[in-house]
């Protein structure tokens, strides 16, 4: 009797094995991550807030890798708290040449990794809801789009600062909660598809520019980066924007950008000091017309 027992147990597993390893193949082919890649300088407040809410509302995400740089110890220190506070994060620190080494070590941040999709983020983005990494990739590989396109929604109607009108682009629904367009209609946002600013993109499409182009730092690479698009491909997008800009201050020397300047660097970092954070809860699903803000944020302890 116990022999039969035996007999019955080997037959189940060998007949119903093969069809559970078939199925988590089929799953793992299909569910394709992607890195994040952020850049930072002496931003430690700022920085604090979108790692919050990254952590809070993206999923499936692979490598997070911060390509950061300071200008005195106050600031490592700052930064050292932020790694303590998340240490699955891989933090890059720039040398006493950032110009000549933030191309070899972005280089390093992107393509060390074999995952084939990667986003990149600057320090004063907020994430407002919920993403599933497996979902942009999907998307865009099923719906032949260049780049999945946290910043854009239907939401956005206005340019920052001055409110200018922005041409939408005309929206095809691809799926319930998903938008397809070309970049030749629209302008703002819609016609700006290499930015540094949460657009998921296949590195394979990326490698060539990011090798062999000239850049020494986040800004001159967008706008470098800028001038190499193909406004015949076409983009994803959610239905409402996940994430926006906070326009807090100007930390980049390379171009003007217009912000509300509602706090200085000083009076950032000692908020910093004293133990405070941007309250993050503040921004869940907050409805902005523009992918840029300019908001005061409100503090809490950390």
Same mark, same amino acid.
């Given at each position: !009797?116990?022999?039969?027992?035996?007999?019955?147990?080997?037959?189940?597993?060998?007949?119903?094995?093969?069809?559970?390893?078939?199925?988590?193949?089929?799953?793992?082919?299909?569910?394709?991550?992607?890195?994040?890649? #952020?850049?930072?300088?002496?931003?430690?407040?700022?920085?604090?807030?979108?790692?919050?809410? $990254?952590?809070?509302? #993206? =999923?499936?995400?692979?490598?997070? &890798?911060?390509?950061?740089?300071? =200008?005195?110890?106050?600031?490592?220190?700052?930064?050292?708290?932020?790694?303590?506070?998340?240490?699955?994060?891989?933090?890059?620190?720039?040398?006493?040449?950032?110009?000549?080494?933030?191309?070899?070590?972005?280089?390093?941040?992107?393509?060390?990794?074999?995952?084939?999709?990667?986003?990149?983020?600057?320090?004063?983005? #907020?994430?407002?809801?919920?993403?599933?990494?497996?979902? &942009?990739?999907?998307?865009?590989?099923?719906?032949?789009?260049?780049?999945?396109?946290?910043?854009?929604?239907?939401?956005?109607?206005?340019?920052?600062? @001055?409110?200018?009108?922005?041409?939408?682009?005309?929206?095809?629904?691809?799926?319930?909660?998903?938008?397809?367009?070309?970049?030749?209609?629209?302008?703002?946002?819609?016609?700006?598809?290499? /930015?540094?600013?949460?657009?998921?993109?296949?590195?394979?499409?990326?490698?060539?520019?990011?090798?062999?182009?000239?850049?020494?730092?986040? /800004?001159?690479?967008?706008? =470098?980066?800028?001038?190499?698009?193909? *406004?015949? /491909?076409?983009?994803? &997008?959610?239905? =409402?924007?996940?994430?926006? !800009?906070?326009? *807090?201050?100007?930390?980049?020397?390379?171009?003007? $950008?217009?912000?509300?300047?509602?706090?200085?660097?000083? @009076?950032?970092?000692?908020?910093? /000091?004293?133990?405070?954070?941007?309250?993050?809860?503040?921004?869940?699903?907050?409805?902005?017309?523009?992918?840029?803000?300019?908001?005061?944020?409100?503090?809490?302890?950390?």
């Amino acid at each position: !009797m116990q022999h039969k027992h035996i007999l019955i147990f080997f037959f189940l597993f060998f007949a119903i094995t093969p069809q559970k390893l078939n199925c988590d193949e089929h799953t793992s082919s299909s569910q394709k991550t992607a890195d994040l890649v #952020i850049f930072s300088f002496n931003r430690p407040l700022q920085l604090y807030a979108l790692l919050q809410t $990254v952590h809070k509302y #993206i =999923t499936n995400l692979n490598q997070i &890798c911060i390509l950061y740089r300071t =200008t005195n110890q106050i600031y490592d220190n700052a930064y050292e708290e932020i790694q303590g506070r998340f240490p699955h994060i891989k933090f890059i620190k720039q040398g006493s040449n950032p110009r000549g080494d933030f191309k070899p070590l972005l280089l390093q941040c992107v393509f060390g990794s074999p995952v084939e999709y990667v986003m990149f983020s600057v320090d004063d983005d #907020i994430v407002t809801d919920h993403v599933n990494m497996y979902e &942009c990739t999907q998307a865009m590989e099923k719906h032949g789009a260049y780049g999945f396109y946290l910043r854009a929604g239907r939401n956005l109607t206005s340019h920052y600062p @001055d409110n200018g009108p922005v041409l939408q682009p005309p929206f095809t629904q691809v799926e319930p909660n998903i938008l397809r367009y070309q970049f030749n209609y629209g302008n703002d946002v819609w016609n700006y598809p290499n /930015n540094l600013d949460m657009t998921v993109f296949k590195k394979s499409n990326l490698e060539h520019f990011f090798r062999n182009a000239s850049y020494s730092s986040p /800004n001159t690479l967008e706008g =470098t980066w800028a001038g190499h698009t193909n *406004l015949n /491909n076409y983009g994803l &997008c959610f239905n =409402t924007s996940k994430k926006f !800009m906070l326009a *807090l201050n100007i930390v980049q020397q390379d171009w003007y $950008v217009p912000n509300e300047n509602s706090f200085s660097i000083e @009076d950032l970092f000692a908020r910093w /000091n004293n133990g405070l954070a941007i309250n993050i809860e503040q921004f869940a699903q907050i409805n902005s017309n523009s992918f840029i803000m300019g908001y005061r944020p409100t503090f809490i302890k950390r």
